[in-house]
């Protein structure tokens, strides 16, 4: 049945031009940002977001959502490159890249490292995505029968566990958390029509939007602290020539052979990463080097600038990529950042996320043809697919010219063009200045946020996910007949509640951090 | 309610403890102590200026201020950079936001320019 659909889902992607070349588009620019250090994946879907919504009906639903999925993933690998060659991450998940990248870089390697990141992300991505199409629909077999009271103990546990994760601090996470929540409670209830903490403006009456409040904290944040270092006009010195050994530009069978297991092993800690919502693939990535580092034979030269290093924490970031849309295809739950910006393309599309998803019914209307929400969904999957492919073949080939040409990129120019773009597209998502105003200030926001180590990440997810728990809220307070004590209950409307089982977890999970935390301050 | 009001005394809880010194152990790049005040008040002065100029003279001259503003702060001091770069931009997105996706292009409170941006974006 799922090979069945994998097929149907290529059938519909090959059906739709727009997708497939959004997906070899998302492959480039996600490299490209992923690549620029301090830029994410995260930043160039906030500043695309607006274009993509507006276009949507234009290219078909698919196209757009394939484009953030495979943005996601690229942009994951081309930090890598920014890792091996600037000895910069690109992106936090490729922080352990650096341990080993940058030194094959300075023995002049630089186009060995590149091939391993490649090989080693597309290797994990593969792996991860195979974890999420099979993993996802089983879980979702059995999460659809849940009602309002499960789905709020599930959200519930994904904001205190999100927050206790998240970050090295508990309690900076948990308020990160609170805080992207306060902020989405802001503007009209949905069944009253009271106003809740508009402080009298009228546009804050229909609420925050999400796309100046990513720009504000991915972007402007970003643009903020270019600006500290503006006094460089290059963004990094790399010496070129160290790319140019044609003898080090090979990653060898032997050496690929040497690495499978450890990618396999690898790939299974970011896939187990990436299912858990909040921990990410900056987390995956350093599990899966120490854990190597401490099998390996040589783990002497771990460090000096071994393929090795470099294939294990770019098989676990990038496995991360599939698996952390299980939470959010079969709970509603955005694991990462990205993950819950897909929240929004999926509702423009008439799509709600959870696992009804995989329906086969009611057909919808998507790029001028008639599908069910299953077939639109294994699409992307498709797509995803597509995309590991085609970011593994242009990061081969082309990653070295990517970093030649991010290294001679001036700072002076490129961020200027980018707080504009950002102004811009803050404008765009509801043609309201005032949502210029917020993207601003949450840039403000954004910056003392990075600085004090609160999770951005955290933010925007509480945010999103705040308005479904606060329905889930509301129709459970409805069909209690015992108020509150609905959630404690293994029992409502005759039918078993998981609700106290998911409450115990997220209890579970953020004692045990507690403890862990407690342990560690004490130690150390 | 109760969330605002917990966050609010969470913070001056922070603040009191920051003005009594009790912040721990400050690791490189933490807090704001090495923070370039000056650079943050220009970016954060740049947008608060396009916001003001799109308020008054609508969005096209906003671009071009903005842009204009944020070159300076990025350290371009070539009159020519700044102006062509500026002009270019303005363009760009005026044809992109307003032209292609059909945003409200709203007029300024001083100046009416959609007259000559309309050629532009074509409506």
């Known amino acids: ?524 | 309610m109760a969330l605002a009001v917990s966050l609010i005394l969470g913070a001056a809880w922070l603040a009191i403890r920051a003005y009594k010194g009790k912040v721990g152990e400050i690791k490189d790049g933490y807090g704001f102590l090495d923070s370039n005040m000056r650079r943050i008040t220009v970016v954060v002065g740049c947008g608060a200026f396009f916001v003001l100029v799109f308020w008054l003279f609508g969005y096209f001259v906003a671009i071009i201020a903005g842009y204009m503003m944020a070159q300076l702060a990025f350290g371009v001091r070539d009159k020519l950079k700044l102006i062509s770069g500026a002009l270019i931009m303005a363009i760009a997105m005026q044809w992109l936001f307003m032209g292609v996706m059909r945003l409200n292009d709203p007029r300024g409170v001083l100046i009416d320019m959609r007259p000559y941006t309309n050629l532009i974006s074509g409506e």
């Open chain 1, 1 to 524: 049945m799922i090979f069945e659909d994998i097929l149907g889902g290529f059938a519909t992607l090959l059906s739709d031009p727009y997708a497939i070349w959004f997906v070899f588009l998302a492959a480039f620019v996600g490299i490209v940002f992923g690549a620029l250090p301090g830029l994410t994946a995260a930043a160039a879907i906030a500043m695309m977001l607006p274009i993509l919504i507006a276009y949507n009906d234009e290219i078909g639903g698919l196209a757009g959502l394939a484009f953030l999925y495979v943005i996601g993933k690229s942009g994951r690998y081309g930090g890598s490159i920014a890792a091996i060659l600037f000895n910069t991450p690109g992106t936090a998940a490729s922080a352990a890249t650096m341990q080993d990248g940058y030194p094959m870089t300075q023995k002049g390697q630089a186009g060995k490292a590149l091939k391993t990141a490649t090989i080693a992300s597309a290797y994990g991505d593969y792996f991860g995505e195979i974890i999420l199409i099979f993993g996802a629909v089983s879980i979702a077999a059995f999460t659809k029968q849940f009602g309002p009271p499960e789905n709020f103990a599930i959200y519930l546990m994904a904001f205190v566990v999100i927050g206790s994760v998240v970050s090295d601090s508990i309690i900076k996470g948990i308020i990160s958390t609170l805080f992207g929540a306060a902020i989405a409670l802001i503007g009209e209830d949905t069944i009253t029509g009271q106003f809740k903490m508009t402080m009298g403006i009228d546009e804050l009456e229909s609420g925050m939007a999400l796309v100046p409040l990513l720009i504000g904290v991915f972007v402007i944040s970003e643009v903020i602290i270019q600006a500290e270092k503006a006094a460089k006009v290059k963004m990094i010195d790399l010496d070129s020539t160290k790319l140019d050994d044609p003898t080090a530009h090979y990653f060898t069978w032997p050496e690929f052979k040497r690495c499978f297991p450890l990618m396999f092993r690898s790939s299974i800690y970011g896939s187990l990463i990436g299912m858990m919502p909040g921990l990410g693939s900056s987390v995956a990535c350093f599990v899966a080097y120490g854990e190597e580092k401490r099998k390996a034979k040589n783990k002497a030269e771990w460090g000096t600038g071994v393929v090795e290093g470099i294939a294990a924490p770019e098989s676990a970031n990038n496995a991360v990529s599939g698996p952390s849309m299980i939470p959010l295809l079969t709970l509603g739950i955005p694991g990462s950042t990205i993950a819950a910006v897909l929240i929004g393309m999926f509702l423009v599309n008439g799509l709600q996320v959870g696992p009804q998803i995989f329906a086969t019914e009611p057909p919808l209307f998507v790029a001028g043809q008639m599908m069910s929400p299953r077939e639109f969904i294994f699409g992307i999957f498709a797509a995803g697919l597509v995309g590991i492919a085609a970011y593994a073949t242009i990061g081969y080939f082309a990653a070295p010219l990517i970093g030649k040409a991010i290294a001679v990129l001036p700072t002076q120019y490129l961020y200027p063009v980018i707080f504009m773009i950002s102004l811009a597209a803050s404008y765009s998502s509801r043609a309201s200045i005032w949502d210029v105003g917020f993207a601003i200030l949450f840039g403000v926001i954004g910056y003392g946020m990075r600085r004090t180590n609160f999770s951005a990440a955290a933010f925007i997810i509480a945010f999103v996910l705040t308005s479904s728990m606060e329905e889930s809220f509301r129709q459970s307070m409805i069909i209690s007949d015992s108020g509150m004590l609905v959630f404690f209950q293994f029992e409502y409307m005759g039918k078993f509640s998981y609700a106290p089982i998911f409450l115990i977890i997220g209890a579970v999970v953020v004692g045990f951090r507690a403890y862990s935390s407690i342990s560690a301050s004490k130690k150390a």
